[in-house]
């Protein structure tokens, strides 16, 4: 997998939530979260409102460097 990523053919799974996203809904779920990340509401409270893991709003907000 090492050389595949050096030579460019392996790059992950593509990013769904982001700021740039595509699919409106996707975009809406996101900025929800940031809007609710700048409240200072807990991780577990948005996962448990948005129905996004946890795992992927700890990255939202690594991204956002809240």
Sequence with gaps: ?????VKGKFNGR???YHEHANNAQDR?????IVRML???ESVMDISKRTGVTRMTIYNIKKRISI
Excluded: H, S
């Design 1 to 5: 997998m090492e050389i595949a990523k």
């Design 28 to 32: 809406l779920i996101y900025d929800e």
């Design 14 to 16: 593509p990013v769904k």
């Design 38 to 40: 700048n409240n200072n």
